[in-house]
């Protein structure tokens, strides 16, 4: 499966530089109140029948995405690779997976996203590797000694065989994050490091070839049109001096709390420097977004200081639950963190890694982000619109993950037989719950797999439950009381309304307990929205008049009466 890099690129048979899309008047940087719409290739669209999605698949459904209204499409990684992590194992970086397509493909998919004023986001995964990458191969079969080795993390192990690991770390998806090699002769060899599966070896980014390889790869796919990349594991690639111990065994509980060895390190600022002269080189506005765990959010703001990336995901808004008072206090910190940096704030309730915001809600708060327990579903969608409607009021840039603009609830009884998620293995099925928010999208019918292929009946590699025929984007096109068409209504007012999205602030308003409610002014007029996180109807004067809420509300002259659990949008 692993494609020679040189030949890979050779057979490119790609237009050399091209523009990026221009969607629109700029804004002062597009991405600034961008909604960005993640699509996880396996689970988007099937085009060829064979259960699992494609890159034709996408493209042929591009126009769903411009209808829905969003600005850029963020799509997780299409490259060659054994799917030892679903794709974040990269094994060629400038080849397409044959299970996704083509490089042709990917350009098609580009070029038409461009036609519909829809820019695209690449994922970039530069942290690690897949154990199936020429270099890491050439490492293994070359043995100590081999130049190769000095790009990943290659340590003898500690004991009187070197049959202990070089270090006390511990991989994410459980159990050490060391694997012992065997050596050309057949004897035990060294250990190399690997933070995720034994699958994905870290690179060594003090080596410079692997910066320089990176650096390759940026230009390689700006060269092809996209207009940016996420960026994996963002926080992962400096490790601290020595690999030292980190002398505790509950590692996991204290990611995004503590700087660890191996996350966060200062020296990760240098490569977005660099990689940012590389951004600023192509015209059009390109862009680079973290994903980077890291203990606050202030620490998350190094990472899109003015000369390093424009965006980094706010994963403290994503874990905070339905209460309003942490509700604000999320928004706060959030929006005083960014300010000082000039980078607008970001808003995510889902991605392909956790829980599905709508069964998060549905289930009692503190569970985390991998639940396997359904809840109460009614409460759990209500509450899922609301909070929709809450993230699409705030300034800055929002992140919608494909299924969710359905309300889409988490698969939490998927049979252990058909999960993928590497992590679930790693941790005797005790973790790794992630397959249940990948789950392909149903797109029409009464029948599996709902149009997610071409054939009624065909197969989807992960099984959709009987209850999503009513969940299809053909069931719910038209449907004024849908989720579905709950997103395309407010995604068409944030356009309309300057005081959405743009800015850096909220005014908060005087409201009842367990109700949020702010102001946005602008030039183009003032918008209010009311977050009502009880489970009582509260009544508050009107704001103003009415243009969107996620549960029918009732406004008379004696004020307005928000349901519990709702979100509503006025104009004053
Ligand atoms: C990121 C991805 C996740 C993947 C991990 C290792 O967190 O979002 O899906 O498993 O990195 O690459």
């Known amino acids: 499966m692993t494609q020679n890099l040189a030949d890979a690129s050779r057979s490119a048979a790609v237009p050399a530089a091209r523009t990026a899309a221009n969607t629109g008047a700029s804004r002062g940087g597009w991405w600034r109140d961008a909604v960005i719409y993640q699509v996880y ?17 996408i493209r042929s459904r591009l126009p769903y995405l411009r209808d829905l209204g969003v600005d850029a499409v963020w799509l997780s990684p299409f490259y060659a690779s054994p799917q030892a992590d679903a794709g974040y194992d990269v094994a060629d970086y400038r080849a397409v997976d044959p299970m996704f397509g083509t490089l042709l493909d990917a350009d098609a998919l580009i070029r038409d996203a461009h036609d519909l ?19 890491f191969q050439r490492a293994l079969r070359e043995g100590p000694g081999s130049p190769l080795r000095e790009r990943y993390h ?8 070197g049959e202990l690991p070089p270090n006390d770390w511990e991989s994410i998806f459980g159990g050490p994050a060391w694997t012992r090699t065997t050596d050309p002769d057949g004897a035990p060899g060294d250990w190399y490091l690997h933070l995720f599966a034994p699958e994905q070896p870290d690179f060594n980014w003090d080596n410079p070839a692997v910066a320089d390889e990176f650096r390759s790869i940026l230009r390689f796919w700006l060269d092809m049109g996209v207009d940016g990349f996420r960026i994996d594991v963002a926080h992962g690639m400096v490790k601290a001096p020595g690999l030292p111990d980190l002398g505790s065994h509950d590692q996991l509980k204290l990611l995004g709390n503590d700087v660890m060895p191996f996350f966060d390190q200062d020296g990760v600022h240098a490569i977005y420097r660099s990689w940012r002269q590389i951004l600023d080189e192509y015209p059009g506005d390109r862009i680079g977004v973290a994903e ?15 000369d390093e990336l424009h965006q980094a995901f706010n994963f403290q808004y994503l874990g905070t639950g339905w209460d309003a008072a942490a509700l604000r206090e999320v928004i706060d910190v959030s929006l005083d963190s960014m300010r000082p940096v ?41 509450r899922a619109r609301a909070a929709s409607l809450l993230m699409l009021a705030l300034p800055g ?8 603009e359905l309300g889409l609830p988490d698969v939490t009884d998927l049979p252990d037989e058909v999960r993928q998620d590497p992590s679930f293995f790693r941790q005797a099925g005790q973790d790794g719950f992630r397959d249940g928010c990948r789950v392909p999208i149903p797109w029409s019918g009464t029948e599996a797999p709902y149009g997610f292929g071409p054939n009624a009946g065909g197969p989807s590699w992960l099984p959709q439950p009987a209850e999503w025929a009513h969940l299809s984007v053909e069931a719910q096109t038209g449907d004024p009381t849908s989720t579905l068409e709950l997103y395309r209504s407010a995604i068409a007012v944030r356009r309309e309304q300057p005081a959405l999205g743009a800015g850096t602030a ?12 702010f102001r946005r002014e602008s030039a183009g007029g003032a918008f209010v ?9 509260v009544r508050i004067p009107a704001p103003g008049r009415m243009l969107l809420s996620s549960t029918e509300a009732v406004v008379t002259e004696n004020g307005a009466e928000l349901p519990a659990d709702s979100t509503a949008w006025w104009a004053v």
Request: glycine share 12%; with cysteine.
């Open 41 to 57: 290739p396996r689970s988007f669209a099937d085009g060829n029948g064979d259960g699992m999605g494609d890159l034709p698949g």
């Open 117 to 135: 004023g829809l820019r695209i986001i690449v994922d970039l995964v530069p942290n690690h590797s897949s154990d199936q990458h020429e270099w």
């Open 154 to 161: 290659f340590r003898p192990g500690k004991g009187e065989d």
């Open 292 to 306: 980077a765990w890291t203990p606050t959010v202030q620490r998350t703001a190094n990472y899109v200081r003015p």
């Open 342 to 382: 000039g980078a607008p704030t970001t808003w995510v309730l889902s991605n392909h890694d956790v829980t599905r915001h709508a069964t998060r809600f549905a289930n009692p708060p503190g569970l985390g982000t991998q639940i396997r327990t359904p809840g109460d579903r009614a409460l759990g969608l209500r």
């Open 397 to 404: 840039s929002a992140y919608v993950y494909q299924g969710e």
């Open 506 to 517: 909220v005014e908060w308003l005087p409201a009842p307990e367990g109700v949020l409610a």
């Open 529 to 537: 929205c009311t977050v009502n996180t009880t489970g009582e109807t």
